[in-house]
């Protein structure tokens, strides 16, 4: 584990292994950089990096003002630095879950620096539907991340952490899937620590969560949409993002392809770990 330069006196927790065209990982919640365990050593020709994001395993986490720290641009800043300081000449950048909102932020902030996205959801072109009662009992955690009586019962108790987090591991993975015992105890191990929840669920509390970008988010002109290279892949079993929802990313991004993935659920890198690593070889051998 190395740590970065500070950005907005942040420090990113990262790992770096191989040589070859860069790739860099990003995480979801409630995951951290371990989420990409099984996709790396199927990156053995690739120069690969996957750091933990603000408020994230190891990396720093401050509780201030949540709007200005732990938003989609936020941690787009913290990314770009580590893009910038590591000298990664245009990587492929392949995220999930909050990792794919971060990895679009990057691609419409600053797309010289990247050379291709492979993501999974949540993609633009939910709209209103993510209002939709059957969305809506879904989403419920986002409204209660907004309470401090989420930080009441959860933050700084590791049986509380344990339950928290198995509920969501167990219930947005597709069948077949189980987090082991091991990993599920080294994420309690780090979300239990006073003040890591708060620091994850910094990310809701900035407004950058599913539900608060979905009702908002217009349609660019076609000249606005993002330009870099995207490959879209849409999990059968995601109870989040239902494959419906797919049917309107070619509104938002100039050049993507989607490709669906069956039998698995929304934690796609460690579900599919070969799917995610082709999917990324593919991106850095077309767009090379």
């Known amino acids: 584990m190395q740590l970065s330069i500070p950005v907005d006196g942040f420090r990113l927790a990262y790992d770096r292994v191989g040589r070859g065209p860069a790739v860099l990982l990003l995480h979801g919640w409630p995951g951290d950089r371990t989420d990409f365990r099984e996709v790396v050593p199927l990156l053995s020709a690739a120069d690969v990096v996957w750091p933990d994001l603000r408020g994230f395993g190891e990396s720093d986490k401050h509780v201030?003002?949540?709007?200005?720290?732990?938003?989609?641009?936020?941690?787009?800043?913290?990314?770009?630095?580590?893009?910038?300081?590591?000298?990664?000449?245009?990587?492929?950048?392949?995220?999930?879950?909050?990792?794919?909102?971060?990895?679009?932020?990057?691609?419409?902030?600053?797309?010289?620096?990247?050379?291709?996205?492979?993501?999974?959801?949540?993609?633009?072109?939910?709209?209103?539907r993510i209002l939709s009662a059957q969305a809506q009992r879904e989403f419920w955690y986002q409204s209660f991340h907004q309470l401090d009586l989420a930080e009441q019962l959860v933050d700084g108790r590791p049986d509380a952490v344990r339950s928290y987090l198995r509920h969501f591991w167990s219930h947005w993975s597709g069948p077949g899937f189980e987090l082991t015992a091991a990993h599920l105890e080294h994420l309690v191990s780090g979300?239990?620590?006073?003040?890591?929840?708060?620091?994850?669920i910094g990310w809701y509390r900035a407004g950058a969560g599913a539900v608060a970008r979905s009702v908002t988010e217009r349609a660019p002109a076609p000249?606005?949409?993002?330009?870099?290279?995207?490959?879209?892949?849409?999990?059968e079993h995601d109870p989040l993002f239902p494959r419906a929802w797919s049917d309107r990313v070619d509104d938002f991004f100039s050049d993507v392809r989607l490709d669906l993935l069956d039998g698995v659920g929304h934690f796609t890198p460690l579900e599919s770990p070969h799917a995610f690593a082709a999917a990324l070889a593919a991106a850095a051998s077309r767009h090379a």
């Open 223 to 235: 000249a606005d949409r993002i330009n870099v290279p995207t490959t879209v892949i849409w999990p």
């Open 64 to 128: 201030e003002d949540p709007a200005e720290q732990y938003g989609a641009d936020a941690q787009a800043r913290s990314v770009v630095g580590l893009i910038e300081e590591l000298r990664l000449n245009r990587p492929v950048i392949g995220g999930y879950d909050i990792g794919s909102r971060v990895a679009q932020a990057i691609a419409r902030s600053r797309p010289d620096l990247v050379r291709a996205m492979v993501i999974s959801p949540p993609l633009p072109g939910i709209g209103d």
């Open 191 to 200: 979300y239990a620590e006073p003040g890591a929840f708060t620091a994850s």
